[in-house]
Structures are given as structure tokens and as C-alpha cells.
């Protein structure tokens, strides 16, 4: 977790930075009548990422790991070569040590833990601890192994992660509480894909010692913020190409083999997505250029500008840690997520409301499992990426004023 100075500074300081950032979005810049608020659904791509995909299928598209001719062989150079960037994007210690498996992205990774390495080890009376308000992606999974075990007449324990009313914030001492000698994972979320928070997974970490796995569900956190494995001590990292900046239907998990058994992704894996492969190394390149610290700061500002703005207007209802709302904090823990209520217009109709001035902003449930984020219709969404703009974040917040 980096330092964030005062958000608002940053925004001023940074403003020369981010101009021409913006300008390599293609999408962005040939609307500008438009703001795209909903990044945490799925990113827009910069010029580069295009780039690299028609530069792979007009150069050297072929299939990856069968190759007797040149095209064959960049191919597989270009799948092992994202690999190592992946690990060194990551800051992986010990790059010869882990392994890069590719997905379709967070869900399919998660999944392919929970089922090609947790199930293969569990022994009747185990435990899980997984966190049943965080995205279902990071639910359904581990439900879905206690499931295929007890098929088995393996019979283990799903325990809830717990988590602080109001914040949303993981809870370290109720978890070192139900933390035993039997607990062999636990699943964790980097930043909550509703209240925005950085979830601490330190402090899990802290709290359940240096022998117990963690698999940390990284889909809000890669491409918003530097990500270290150097400091994070988690045992899988999982997510998704979409959502840093890459296309959909890529995604990676990373792990380290530290604890409990390798991770061996099981049967036979077919032809990789290898145009996704193409786009993910052009888009981990494009993020480091522009400097996941920066992208961090410049992001952390904006959504403290709405937060700030949010707060003064008595009919709206922000989502999450409120603690550390404003944009003068030296703490401030909220990403790039702002979510909130209106107090009379179902969350529904304000996102179709919003969308007539031009925003566009996810307003549902988002795929929170046991829904908070929820309560009876939904919230709405606000997530922050480098081509964002403080005069979006006004001119929303001077929509979201005309509607009190
Ligand atoms: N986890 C989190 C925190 C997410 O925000 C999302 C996507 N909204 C996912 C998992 C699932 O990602 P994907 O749909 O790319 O599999």
C-alpha cells in the first residue's frame, strides 16, 4: 500500500501528467459529451492496447506451444514472455519460485483455485474462511468446492470473513478469533468492488500468521494502484484483463507455492486466448509508463473530490468507509470507488437519469453476494480510472445537486 498525500494537492500536481494520458483513449476522446464512470465493470482501452492487438494478428498470429515455423514460435514466446511480466508487474520476490496460470479472468480464477487446488488437499473437519459480502465471484467458488467435496464425503467448514458494520472494513480480531489449527485458506478481496475500500490484507496477514493460504481477489486493484508481492505476503493473486486496461475474456492468477500444495490448473488446457495475452503485456506496459503510483494518487483524488461533494448534499447516502471521506484526510483508504444512494429516486432511475446528462455509472446490485450494497434497490456506482476528470466529477456532482 503506497502513501497517498492530500488528494487534493495531488490533483493540481498532477494535472500535466494525466492530459495527454487521456488523450490516448480512443473512446474517451471521441465523446466528450460523454463521462464513462463505470471502469470498475470494465476499463477502457488506450491507443496502445489497440495497438498490440492488430499488430498481433497482422505479424505473428498462430496457435502457442506447437510451433515449427516462426509465427508458432513468437506466439509462445509472447505467452511466456507475459508471463514473466505479469510476476514482474506484480513485484513477484521470487519470480522462479511462482507461476502465471491464464484465465478468462477473475471469476474463471477464482474458480480454478477453489477446484483444481483447494478441493485436490482438504481432508474431512477443514476449514475455509471466505467473505460472503464481497463480490460473488469470490463467493460462489468456495461454495461450490465445499460442494463438489461433500460429493466426495469430504465434509468441510465454510466460515464467514467478518467485516465491520458501516465500513465494510475486514475485521482482524473476529478473524483471528475464528482462525484454528484445521483453517487451511482464506479468501480476501484487495479493494471492495462497492465501498471502494483498500481491504487491509495485511492485517490479515498479521492476524493469521505466516502458515495459513491466502487467494487474493485482485480484480479492483491491478491497473488502479501498485501491487506488491513483496509486501503483500498472499499466497494467489487473481484477476481479470478487462478491467486493467486489457479485453475481456483474459484474466491471470498468480501464485506463489509457498504454502500448502503447487497449483497445478487441472486436465487439458486448449488453445490460450492469445490475442488477450497480446493485449494484457501492452496494457501491464501501458500502466507501468504512466505509473501505477500516480494513477493511484490522481484516482484517489477524484473519488475524495466526489465524496467531498457527495457529503454536502443532504439527500445522497454514501456507501463505505466513511471515516475517511475527505479529501483533506492523510488516511484515505477509499480507491477509486464511489457508491451511493439517493434518498427518494430508486438507484435504478437515477442511473437512467444520469445517463440523459451524459454519465455513465452502474446503477444495481453490482454482484455483491450477500448484498448489502443491495438493500432493497441497489445503489449507484462510481468508478474512477486516469482518463477521468475533475470537471466530470463536477459537473456529475452538479447534476446529482439538480436532483436533491
Ligand atoms: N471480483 C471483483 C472484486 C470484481 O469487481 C469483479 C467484477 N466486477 C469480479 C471479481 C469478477 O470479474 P470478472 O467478471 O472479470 O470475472
Known amino acids: 500500500m503506497t502513501d497517498v498525500g492530500r488528494p487534493a494537492d495531488d490533483l493540481d500536481a498532477l ?15 471521441a465523446h466528450p459529451e460523454l463521462a464513462y464512470l463505470d471502469s470498475a465493470a470494465t476499463a477502457q482501452k488506450p491507443q496502445a492496447v489497440l495497438d498490440a492487438v492488430h499488430s498481433y494478428l497482422t505479424t505473428s498470429n498462430a496457435n502457442a506451444g506447437r510451433g515449427t515455423y516462426p509465427w508458432a514460435n513468437a506466439t509462445t514466446a509472447l505467452v511466456e514472455r ?16 511462482s507461476t502465471v496460470h491464464f484465465t478468462g479472468g477473475t471469476t474463471e480464477g477464482l474458480r480454478t483455485v477453489a477446484r483444481d487446488w483447494l478441493t485436490t488437499f482438504l481432508t474431512d473437519g477443514d476449514e475455509i474462511v471466505v467473505p460472503f459480502a464481497d463480490h460473488q465471484a469470490n463467493l460462489a467458488p468456495w461454495l461450490e468446492a465445499q460442494q463438489l467435496l461433500a460429493q466426495r464425503g469430504v ?12 465500513s465494510g472494513d475486514y475485521d482482524p480480531v473476529a478473524f483471528a478469533a475464528l482462525l484454528g489449527p484445521r483453517t487451511r485458506l482464506v479468501a480476501a478481496t484487495h479493494v471492495h468492488h462497492v465501498y471502494g475500500g483498500d481491504m487491509n490484507v495485511h492485517r490479515l496477514r498479521e ?12 480484480a479492483q486493484s491491478i491497473g488502479h494502484l501498485p501491487v506488491s508481492m513483496a509486501e503483500l505476503d498472499v499466497d494467489f493473486v487473481v484477476f481479470s484483463g478487462h478491467k486493467a486496461l486489457a479485453l475481456p475474456g483474459t484474466g491471470a ?20 486466448n492469445t490475442v488477450g495475452i497480446a493485449a494484457l503485456a ?38 463505505g468507509c466513511r471515516a475517511s471521506l475527505s479529501a483533506a484526510s492523510a488516511v484515505q483508504r477509499r480507491r477509486s470507488i464511489v457508491t451511493f444512494r439517493h434518498r427518494d429516486i430508486a438507484s435504478h432511475d437515477l442511473g437512467f437519469i444520469l445517463y440523459s446528462h451524459g454519465f455513465m455509472v452502474r446503477s444495481d446490485h453490482h454482484c455483491q453476494a450477500g448484498a448489502d450494497a443491495g438493500a432493497k434497490d441497489g445503489s449507484v456506482r462510481v468508478s474512477l480510472h486516469v482518463h477521468n476528470t475533475p470537471e466530470e466529477v463536477d459537473a456529475l456532482l452538479s447534476t446529482l445537486t439538480s436532483l436533491q
Open 155 to 166: 465434509h468441510i467448514r465454510v466460515r464467514r470473513l467478518p467485516c465491520q458494520a458501516g
Open 253 to 272: 492468477v498468480w501464485s506463489r507455492g509457498l504454502r500448502g500444495p503447487a497449483f497445478r490448473p487441472g486436465g487439458w488446457q486448449g488453445t490460450p
Open 282 to 319: 501492452a496494457a501491464l506496459d501501458w500502466l507501468e509508463a504512466a505509473g501505477p503510483d500516480r494513477i493511484e494518487r490522481w484516482t484517489v483524488a477524484l473519488a475524495a473530490r466526489l465524496t467531498d461533494g457527495l457529503r454536502q448534499l443532504a439527500r445522497y447516502q454514501v456507501l
Open 15 to 29: 494535472r500535466s501528467w494525466q492530459r495527454p494520458l487521456r488523450a490516448q483513449f480512443p473512446i474517451i476522446t
Open 207 to 218: 492476524a493469521a500468521g505466516p502458515h495459513v493460504p491466502i487467494c487474493l481477489d485482485a
Open 82 to 97: 507475459t508471463r514473466d511480466r505479469v510476476k514482474e508487474f506484480l513485484h513477484d520476490p521470487a519470480p522462479d519460485r
